[in-house]
């Protein structure tokens, strides 16, 4: 159910062409006559913008909405992904040389997970931030905003691009990254 997880997000949140969105690297091969060759790029799972705002939002399918162990939350791994690709938005956003304005506002990080509200009104729920311990944490991208998703109420509200949810969980978003300031 984890590839269905990550597509329902992708389909109620997500930007339709988000490949200009993704980082790549690439290999100088010695004694190739080619300067470089492209290796296969990064892929965040969903894009979506909104009010100028970069929301970079991860599907994880983990189990913590039921265990609410800290080892049933994303790993560092997950974790420096999630910075990377705001790093390079980051990057990309600094001075675009033919407007010589900012693209984007801002750059938020969030990893959502299923979780079952049980009927409760409010069908998302902080978790926390996750942070690196190499990076300054100064830039709201360089912090995660963990969330749960009621499974039941993505179902309900499925549909392409659905600006009402998007709006809804950018405020989550953007709520617990200003009442949550992350400084180490």
């Known amino acids: ?32 006559s080619e300067d470089s060759t492209v290796s296969s790029a990064l892929e965040p799972d969903t894009i979506t913008i909104r009010n100028n705002k970069v929301y970079i ?7 913590y909405g039921i265990s609410r162990q800290p080892w049933d939350l994303p790993h560092t ?16 956003n ?22 079952d509200c049980s009927g409760a009104e409010e069908k ?4 926390g931030i996750a942070t690196a311990d190499w990076k300054t944490s100064s830039s709201n991208y360089e912090k995660v905003i ?5 499974t ?11 600006l009402q949810e998007i709006d809804r969980v950018i405020q989550k978003i953007e709520a617990e990254a200003k009442r949550h300031k992350v400084t180490e």
């Open 1 to 32: 159910f984890e590839y269905v997880w990550e597509n329902m997000i992708d389909y109620v949140f997500g930007e339709n062409n988000k490949e200009r969105y993704f980082p790549h690297a690439r290999w100088h091969i010695a004694g190739e």
């Open 57 to 63: 939002l991860d599907a994880k399918y983990y189990k």
């Open 77 to 92: 791994d997950s974790i420096q992904k999630q910075i990377t690709y705001g790093e390079y938005l980051h990057s990309k």
């Open 94 to 115: 600094s001075i675009i040389p033919t407007k010589r304005i900012k693209e984007y506002d801002d750059i938020y990080n969030a990893f959502i997970m299923p979780f």
């Open 124 to 127: 998302y729920e902080f978790v």
């Open 146 to 150: 963990g969330l749960l998703l009621d």
């Open 152 to 162: 039941r109420h993505l179902i309900e509200s499925y549909a392409r691009y659905n």
